[in-house]
């Protein structure tokens, strides 16, 4: 009898065991569908989110092109009607008072060109990429700053992609002037087997290594972001011999 309760109780306790296990294994199985449940929700936010931003920066664009162009075709030929009559009329009337207004209808039509020129860069629409490119770095270009391009392979962008690409330029040009201080610039483009591989590098201070570890400060983040919509995979260094670098990878289907 005494060793029936035994059995009873070695019984009892291994079933009251396997009941605790099994509790435990499906609080865990419970918790770990929960997790992936919050994972794949994460990871449908996240891409929602990228989506979000790339449509707001192609949004942009097309705003920045759309004004740019009333800018240049509208409100600039406007202008420049405007100071051939007044050019007529000083002729025909010989009225000397004209010459200071026509002084400053040229300094507003110079300033027309240039926000239509930064908000949608009219070389960049007529000629393509590298004209634009080689355009804003004769522009930068000074005595204290050479800017050039040491190699250009033919590269393929998507058409819709060269403002995202050109603004990236304009950022990394921004950062050597302003931040990196920088004497040289050089930007190169490789078309490789199944991919572009896009490189800017100055010889300026570099990027400190705060920046390098978040690449979020001193416009990196734009520049991610903008590279994002082209479908390029930024990575920014900085040389052993000083100056920085950035390298752009796009990759693309080998037909």
């Not at 979020?216 to 903008?226: A, C, H, P, S, V």
Request: hydrophobic share 40%; net charge negative.
């Amino acid at each position: 009898m005494e060793g029936k309760v035994i059995l009873l109780v070695i019984v009892g306790t291994i079933g009251v065991m396997l009941m605790a296990f099994s509790v435990v294994f499906f609080v865990l199985l419970y918790r770990r569908k929960m997790l992936e449940n919050q994972l794949k929700m994460q990871e449908v936010e996240n891409q929602h989110q990228q989506e979000m931003l790339n449509a707001t920066l192609k949004s942009q664009e097309e705003e920045r092109n759309r004004l740019g162009t009333e800018l240049h075709d509208g409100v600039g030929a406007m202008l420049s009607s405007i100071k051939l009559n007044l050019q007529v009329a000083k002729r025909k009337e010989g009225v000397g008072s004209l010459d200071p207004v026509l002084g400053h209808l040229d300094e507003t039509i110079t300033q027309v060109r240039n926000i239509s020129h930064q908000m949608m860069p009219i070389i960049l629409k007529k000629y393509g990429l590298k004209h634009a490119i080689e355009d804003l770095f004769s522009k930068i270009s000074c005595d204290g700053l050479s800017a050039s391009i040491s190699h250009w392979d033919d590269p393929q962008i998507k058409d819709q992609d060269t403002p995202m690409l050109y603004r990236i330029v304009q950022e990394l040009v921004n950062n050597s002037i302003k931040h990196a201080e920088a004497s040289e610039i050089d930007f190169q483009i490789h078309n490789q087997e199944g991919k572009i591989e896009i490189e800017y590098s100055d010889n300026g201070k570099g990027y400190p290594q705060e920046v390098l570890k978040s690449s979020e400060g001193m416009g990196l983040l734009n520049i991610k972001n903008r590279a994002q919509v082209i479908d390029a995979k930024p990575t920014f260094t900085n040389g052993n011999d000083g100056g920085s670098m950035v390298k752009l990878v796009i990759e693309r289907p080998i037909d």
